[in-house]
């Protein structure tokens, strides 16, 4: 006979937005606000483009594609799927306006559902970690006011770092600004790019002359962040080649106890601003804040 008593009730769900890159081993399987990218005339919602259909529109397109927040009924539309008690996490607002439509959509559900919003100031995998310590929290029958304190923890020991190949499409884009300005204009050089912990933007850390010294530039900032040795998790992340995770995990398994790591491909619509080839991480010392 099992005498184990069953986990308790969660009291809230969770939902995000499509600026997540979504990892199988974490608790990222929520429901999304999803974000769309427009070529011309053609609009795709994010779950309706593949990557591979996204690389080819980038090779053939004459149009240079956009990206749209979610709409307030997009957020709408995941809080009332999700429940009545819903954590809605949300990409930086410094980098979109998702916040805003998803504030609309509190306001709209007032009296149907209680949608309380989380500001990550963050994006991709860094926000895929935040979204984990929610969702762990809401599993393991926590307060609202308890996940928002873990998803705080990780935001203050969680480090994003990406290159890309190109910063064409970020200056297509509108979305260089600092990155730009730290760069002296210098478009040819490979960056190495975090989002600010405090304003939720892009700025550099790093250049390399080559994609592969960039490479190694974002490995050795990750260790000169969190101190060689220490034990890492990584959520990685890759565009067009996916033995660009392969290779920035083997620089830092060189440096660090890897405790736990997987694997993601750029969501399109994230891939739109970065170009096809690109490389990212989040980076985090050892266990995560819950478990220590």
């Known amino acids: ?31 999304v606000a999803p974000f769309s990218v427009t070529f011309g005339n053609r609009t795709y919602r994010m ?10 529109e980038l090779q053939t397109n004459p149009h240079h594609p956009t990206s749209s927040q979610p709409t307030p009924q997009d957020w709408m539309d995941a809080a009332t799927q999700a429940g009545q008690d819903v954590l809605g996490v949300t990409v930086s607002a410094g980098l979109s306006g998702s916040l805003n439509a998803a504030e609309q959509a509190r306001q709209a559900l007032e009296g149907r559902v209680r949608l309380t919003l989380h500001d990550t100031r963050t994006i991709s995998a860094a926000q895929a970690f935040q979204v984990h310590a929610a969702a762990t929290a809401a599993a393991r029958g926590e307060t609202l006011d308890t996940a928002r304190e873990w998803m705080r923890a990780v935001h203050e020991e969680t480090e994003l770092y990406f290159t890309i190949e190109t910063l064409e499409y970020l200056r297509r884009g509108g979305r260089i ?3 730009q300005a730290t760069l002296g204009g210098l478009l040819n050089l490979k960056p190495v790019i975090t989002v600010d912990r405090e304003t939720g933007t ?59 790591s997987d694997v993601a491909g750029v969501n399109p619509v994230l891939n739109v601003h970065t170009g ?16 220590r």
């Open 202 to 260: 892009y700025t550099n850390v790093g250049r390399a002359r080559s994609y592969r010294g960039a490479i190694e530039a974002l490995a050795a900032q990750v260790t000169r962040r969190h101190g060689e040795g220490t034990p890492l998790r990584l959520g990685l992340l890759y565009g067009s080649v996916r033995e660009d995770a392969d290779e920035v995990l083997a620089h830092l398994s060189a440096r660090h106890p890897i405790v736990w």
């Open 276 to 291: 096809p080839r690109a490389l990212g991480l989040a980076a985090a010392p050892g266990a995560w804040p819950w478990e």
């Open 1 to 31: 006979m099992n005498d184990t008593p069953p986990p308790p009730a969660p009291q809230f769900t969770v939902i995000t937005d499509g600026g997540m890159d979504a990892y199988a081993t974490l608790r990222n399987d929520v429901p």
């Open 47 to 56: 779950n309706e483009i593949s990557r591979a259909e996204l690389y080819r």
């Open 177 to 179: 600004g600092r990155v």
